[in-house]
């Protein structure tokens, strides 16, 4: 089992900055991979980055993130961060991370809830 704690969401202005952390409590090297979701109220739950990290290191983001969030593991520290910069109110939702094993198995965070608002 694998437990997963999320931090750092926050209420911000437009236009504003944020880090998410999201810390594993085991190595992420013995994860296939790892990303951040997001859901806003009434919408399916979205994919805002991940990264795979088997079978060579490649990083995909959705649409929205693309140019505004940077997603990078800390392995050191066993986590995972996403920077965003450039919020919108759009962007309000609540940010869940997941850990992916090559068993299939999925742990995803408690969620963190970011506004953006002026």
């Known amino acids: 089992q694998v437990q997963v704690t999320e931090s750092g969401g926050d209420l911000v202005q437009p236009g504003g900055s944020l880090r998410l952390s999201c810390t594993a409590s085991?190595?992420?090297?013995?994860?296939?991979?790892m990303g951040w979701y997001r859901q806003a109220p009434g919408k399916p739950r979205e994919l805002v980055a991940s990264v795979r990290i088997r079978g060579g290191t490649s990083t995909t983001y959705g649409n929205s993130a693309k140019g505004r969030f940077t997603i990078s593991p800390d392995y050191a520290k066993n986590t995972l961060y996403l920077q965003m910069s450039s919020l919108r109110p759009e962007d309000a939702a609540v940010y869940y991370c997941?850990?992916?094993?090559?068993?299939?198995?999925?742990?995803w965070g408690q969620g963190t809830q970011v506004t953006v608002s002026s």
């Open positions: 997941k850990f992916a094993t090559s068993d299939g198995s999925d742990y």
């Open positions: 085991r190595t992420l090297f013995s994860f296939n991979g």
